[in-house]
């Protein structure tokens, strides 16, 4: 049977091939154009509700040259690119809205080990569940090597 | 009918209150020179009258059928101050190319209603009045809904801004699917359905309308065996998983216990069909805001009486009244699958579900300004004959904010369950990446899609059994304004 080979597929595009830096360069140019601030964000806990990612750079409310923010993307990616994820974050601030609008996977650690499922049985068949990130079990800094 | 007084225009006082049977219009339901409120709910009837009524008569009968009238005259409503209670007919125009249709606009205040009850308001505005005699036949076609109003509901429990939050979902219309078959699975088999199809790339899976709890798999047995699949998808792909479990039931107490136990289970996510009634969707939708729970409607039942143009009422309508009622997710056409759905009224049905404003817009089938009032924004579910080889046409007229579900589609698929929810998410995201490009995705879809399908066999395998299949039937519910039907494509 065929099988899902993918094991982190958070953001919008991560069943794509990885972008490259100008299919990242022209998501950036489309965030910009609709007014939308852009940050990068990275981590190296990839559990689902790991909602806060450290911040590289604040949103870049007043940058509106693409090249610019790629040029954010890829010092973070020489800082930490190594062993962690980083995304590309796009904020909306017009009313009704006042959220993230685009997130993407821009890079990934070397070796991805993935998620685990604990459960624990409860009375009447009931199991809770306890998603767990491999990665998590080595403090930070430690984690991918 | 006959009018003992012979009288043209509105009585007052004593003449008005005589004993015995007034035609509508001079009891003080038809005003022409009256000036809605601001607080005043309006409706638009879509009126047929029966031959020999004329049509403001018979707008007149509606506003007082729905409002405060009966057959004869009665001295008591002089207890009252019954020219404010009066629902008002205020306007009549000829519907385009319907001779013998009409529509009319009739004004209510404020008072007539209970606050937050969408029992109370539909009684009177979709009551006694459907089965009245004088009309042969009767369309309720949409609402304007005061912010006074519309400031005593709770609206939807989660809206879409605090769903995808909740999700880690951004920048890309959802994906889900309808388990299928859709009766006679197990619990273990169903759940195996569940699994493989969000582990393939699905956000979302879902219970069908009428699975309850029947023999062949009860619901606390599909609850446990879906959260299985749940979690397990969940931790083979990092992302947040739901299955829309169906807490629909008998009664509104089994009903409670099912949301309860999806609640310890562990779910994002629970399922009512409209079948329901609005008193136990505005109940459990309250419940849902207290637990932190999205809530999905299911329209079941709709189509008895939102299809045909002359009789019933319109889906914006109940789109209308589930946004203020309060349900996250509605299902509201798909333009290109197998559902009715004419792409400018479905664009009304959207419109009414997500913008903090509407302006008025008769080729949409939005008679009305309606200021949302911050009720939040409710998902619209795109369901039903969709495949990924429609998936530019998908984006084009639906939008970002919007959960494609392709039951079908996804389980069908000739390579297995996930193999086809890998393909449409492929197929979802090439195309967002596309339009993102700026690419003219609209024209190009198929080449985009062939393009994508190069470095994922599921999309070419699914394009390969799909690329063929359309639904180009004429829409029932077309725009008055500017005629049109269903292009083929």
Not at chain 2, 445 to 461: M, N, R, T, V, Y
């Amino acid at each position: 049977m065929h099988e899902n080979p993918r094991n982190m597929t958070q953001g919008q595009f991560s069943f794509l091939p990885p972008l490259t830096d100008d299919q990242i360069k022209a998501q950036i140019a489309y965030a910009i154009k609709q007014g939308f601030a852009v940050s990068v964000e990275f981590t190296d806990d990839p559990h689902p509700r790991n909602t806060y990612w450290e911040m590289w750079c604040q949103p870049m409310f007043d940058t509106k040259d693409p090249a610019a923010v790629m040029l954010e993307v890829n010092e973070c990616r020489k800082t930490w690119g190594a062993n962690h994820y980083i995304k590309v974050q796009a904020f909306d601030n017009a009313r009704w809205r006042e959220s993230v609008a685009m997130s993407f996977i821009v890079n990934r650690p070397k070796y991805e080990p993935g998620l685990a499922l604990a459960r624990q049985e409860g009375p009447g068949r009931s199991i809770h569940y306890t998603v767990h990130s491999y990665a998590t079990d080595k403090p930070r800094g430690e984690r991918y090597k | 009918m006959a009018t003992p007084t012979g009288a043209k225009k509105e009585l007052k006082g004593a003449d008005r209150y005589k004993a015995g049977v007034l035609e509508y219009k001079v009891m003080g339901y038809w005003q022409p020179d009256y000036v809605p409120k601001d607080t005043d709910v309006i409706a638009l009837f879509r009126i047929t009258p029966q031959p020999g009524v004329e049509a403001d008569e018979a707008a007149a009968a509606v506003a007082g059928e729905s409002s405060t009238a009966t057959w004869t005259v009665v001295w008591t409503d002089r207890l009252t101050a019954a020219d404010l209670y009066r629902a008002k007919a205020y306007r009549v125009d000829k519907v385009p190319n319907s001779p013998d249709q009409y529509f009319a606009y009739i004004a209510y205040d404020m008072d007539l209603f209970e606050p937050d009850s969408i029992a109370n308001l539909t009684a009177s505005i979709i009551g006694n009045v459907f089965g009245f005699k004088a009309v042969k036949a009767l369309r309720l076609e949409d609402m304007r809904i005061p912010v006074a109003y519309l400031k005593t509901f709770q609206g939807p429990p989660t809206g879409v801004m605090v769903e995808r939050e909740r999700l880690d979902k951004y920048g890309r219309p959802l994906l889900g699917a309808t388990t299928k078959p859709k009766l006679g699975l197990s619990g273990r088999n169903y759940g195996r359905v569940v699994y493989e199809a969000l582990k393939g790339g699905l956000d979302f899976t879902k219970d069908d309308e009428n699975i309850n709890s029947q023999p062949f798999m009860h619901w606390r047995d599909r609850f446990l065996y879906c959260m299985e699949a749940v979690n397990r998808a969940s931790a083979a792909t990092a992302e947040v998983k739901g299955h829309y479990l169906n807490v629909t039931a008998g009664t509104v107490e089994q009903m409670y216990e099912r949301a309860e136990f999806a609640k310890e289970l562990g779910s994002v996510i629970i399922m009512i069909d409209l079948v329901l009634g609005y008193t136990a969707i505005q109940s459990i939708s309250k419940w849902a805001r207290k637990n932190d729970m999205i809530l999905h409607l299911h329209r079941a039942g709709n189509s008895t009486y939102s299809r045909q143009k002359n009789h019933g009422m319109n889906f914006r309508v109940i789109c209308k009244w589930m946004r203020m009622a309060g349900v996250d997710h509605i299902h509201a056409g798909t333009v290109v699958g197998k559902l009715e759905g004419d792409p400018l009224m479905v664009k009304g049905f959207y419109d009414t579900l997500l913008q903090p404003h509407t302006p008025v817009a008769p080729e949409l089938g939005l008679f009305f300004k309606q200021e949302w009032a911050s009720l939040g924004k409710c998902m619209p579910v795109a369901s039903g004959g969709i495949h990924l080889g429609q998936m530019h046409q998908l984006l084009h007229y639906l939008g970002e904010d919007v959960i494609l579900q392709f039951g079908g589609g996804t389980i069908g698929h000739p390579d297995g369950i996930q193999a086809g929810a890998e393909a449409n998410r492929v197929a979802l995201e090439s195309m967002v990446q596309a339009r993102n490009e700026g690419v003219d995705y609209l024209a190009k879809g198929p080449e985009i899609l062939a393009k994508a399908a190069k470095s994922c066999k599921p999309l070419q395998h699914g394009l390969d059994t799909w690329k063929n299949i359309s639904f180009n039937y004429e829409s029932t519910d077309t725009p008055d304004f500017t005629p049109q039907v269903t292009p083929a494509r």
